[in-house]
């Protein structure tokens, strides 16, 4: 779609993630998932991890591919023509590895991320609880110091991988007294230090990850699994958010693309009137408005891919990404299953998949109202910090008159 923008080593990742997904992932294993047959993402990361194709952006020497945010992208679209619940799988990885490569110790990076980027561990965040999910500073999990090791209690819910995720990145308070930025530590956690898995939810869509609930009871923590400082999880948390929403975008660019695909194939076979239905007007008018719509929002994913491989601030940017990635795909695949009529509504054609699937990526790794807030946060932040003041466009009105801009 956007060859022109990428790379060469880009274009053959894209290439090379493309025909991983059209020959070596099974039809059985996207339906089981689905259907809840299975209910685990580890046999796409084991395929994937046999091409070489986690942890795309960490260094070599943790079985990573030494790429950038730019090539991430474009292998996340390709997986997500296969949907939520497996593209959530593989980003899994690169979300939590995420914490271990910048703020991880050497012994955490040997001892999990390698592992993870080879397949052979599989990981989960643990952030949401019940009382609240965008609410970061909410958290009621607790880890309290005990000598050389922490204790924790509470619990987690929504957790993709809680079923049989290996070890979880565990987000707990470990001083209430302090301010909400300085309370909060993160932690390696291991399933066999003893958290519990309980409820797996029952879904709308994205199925087939383990989503459940985890609970914590009096579960042992050495010291050495803390993540970055003692209480200084906040760092930790606003550098997550660059994963967690810019592959929510990116995937979701794959999942519209797929639906417009189909829906575009079916107007060229399918007839009314003694016509194939792309002769009509308004189904070529959704084809376009949503080809528009998808290279709108995946300019802006692109966009905010380079600026972080940048270094730059980009808060503003990957919010926008997510907001406008995740509801670019829910129009697109609504456009197509409007085009294709009542068949578009069943089983026989994916799309329906594809719209449960895409309802959840405008609710997780925070609302996309909570988007909102973060875009127009930055903007006027931004607005005061610039160094050259533009044109004063108000001077340009045609009848400009200061008494009449009353302001109090």
């Given at each position: ?53 986690l942890g795309i952006r960490f260094p070599a020497k943790y079985g ?135 409820a797996i939810y029952a879904l709308l869509g994205t199925r087939g ?200």
């Amino acid at each position: 779609m956007f060859d022109f923008m990428l790379t060469d080593e880009q274009r053959a990742l894209e290439h090379e993630v493309r025909a991983f997904v059209k020959n070596d992932v099974p039809s059985k294993l996207v339906r089981d998932m689905d259907q809840g047959v299975i209910e685990t993402g580890r046999p796409f990361l084991e395929l994937a991890a046999k091409k070489n194709l986690l942890g795309i952006r960490f260094p070599a020497k943790y079985g990573g591919r030494d790429l950038n945010w730019a090539a991430e992208v474009v292998a996340i679209e390709e997986v997500g023509v296969l949907g939520n619940s497996i593209t959530c799988a593989y980003v899994m990885p690169t979300i939590v590895g995420e914490a271990l490569n910048h703020f991880g110790t050497q012994e955490q990076k040997e001892r999990y991320l390698k592992p993870t980027n080879q397949g052979a561990l599989y990981s989960a965040e643990a952030l949401t609880e019940p009382r609240g999910g965008s609410d970061f500073f909410g958290a009621t999990t607790k880890a309290v110091q005990d000598g050389d090791s922490f204790i924790l209690n509470g619990e987690k819910r929504f957790i993709v991988g809680a079923k049989d995720s290996d070890y979880f990145l565990v987000y707990a308070k470990s001083d209430p007294e302090a301010a909400p930025h300085e309370s909060i530590s993160c932690f390696i956690v291991d399933r066999d230090m003893g958290v519990e898995d309980q409820a797996i939810y029952a879904l709308l869509g994205t199925r087939g990850g383990g989503t459940g609930r985890i609970v914590f009871k009096d579960v042992r923590v050495p010291r050495e699994n803390l993540v970055g400082e003692l209480h200084g999880a906040y760092e930790v948390f606003n550098r997550m958010m660059i994963p967690e929403r810019l592959t929510s975008g990116a995937g979701c660019l794959g999942l519209g693309r797929a639906a417009l695909e189909v829906a575009t194939r079916y107007t060229t076979r399918r007839k009314a009137f003694g016509r194939t239905i792309d002769k009509f007007q308004a189904v070529n008018f959704m084809v376009a408005d949503s080809v528009a719509t998808l290279d709108a929002a995946r300019a802006l994913v692109y966009a905010a891919a380079r600026s972080v491989d940048s270094g730059a601030d980009s808060r503003r940017l990957v919010s926008e990404a997510k907001k406008v990635g995740t509801e670019a795909a829910w129009a697109v695949i609504n456009n197509a299953m409007q085009i294709m009529g009542g068949i578009g509504y069943t089983s026989i054609y994916p799309i329906e998949r594809f719209l449960r699937d895409c309802r959840l990526a405008m609710i997780w790794t925070g609302t996309n109202e909570v988007m909102n807030l973060l875009i127009q946060h930055e903007y006027y932040k931004e607005l005061k910090k610039r160094k050259i003041e533009p044109r004063d466009v108000e001077e340009d009105a045609i009848t400009p008159d200061d008494e009449e801009k009353v302001y109090e």
